[in-house]
């Protein structure tokens, strides 16, 4: 799993880097970008509902503010402000920590009690996110 997160984050920087630098850039490609990035970053954090001690409704929650802090990022420049990537909890730290998560339950390491705080506190650092987004977008838009 975090082998599998690192190249799909290192995947996604040089298509966008590649796209850029050889002129290929395009609408839709914007759009494929943005919705396959959810899609599949919401296929990778699901099967953790399914882990002992998980709470699925959680890690449903996760995901899906996962996806809403992504178009609060990607809406910004219908409002006249650049994609916003604010944290604390962007794209990056969230593979980050699903990597490491699944690093610890590839290893053993028994995380049953320890879940329902874990997908919380994810939780609430992606909803953190979310209004950081909109605010700061907000604000570069009025500036």
Do not use: C, H
């Not at 996604?12 to 290929?24: H, P, S, T, W």
């Not at 420049?77 to 339950?105: C, E, H, I």
């Amino acid at each position: 799993m975090p082998l599998w997160l690192f190249l799909r984050m290192a995947l996604n920087a040089i298509d966008g880097m590649l796209a850029r630098e050889f002129g290929q850039k395009s609408a839709l490609g914007a759009y494929l970008n943005e919705l396959t990035d959810v899609v599949s970053d919401t296929a990778l954090y699901l099967p953790f509902a399914l882990l002992p001690g998980s709470n699925a409704w959680l890690v449903g929650a996760v995901a899906v503010l996962a996806i809403l802090s992504e178009m609060a990022g990607a809406l910004a420049p219908l409002v006249g402000a650049a994609r916003r990537y604010d944290g604390p909890m962007g794209k990056s730290d969230r593979a980050f920590v699903f990597g490491a998560l699944g690093l610890l339950v590839g290893l053993g390491v028994p995380l049953a009690a320890a879940w329902s705080w874990i997908w919380g506190a994810m939780a609430a650092l992606v909803a953190v996110t979310i209004v950081n987004r909109v605010r700061r977008g907000v604000a570069a838009a009025s500036a």
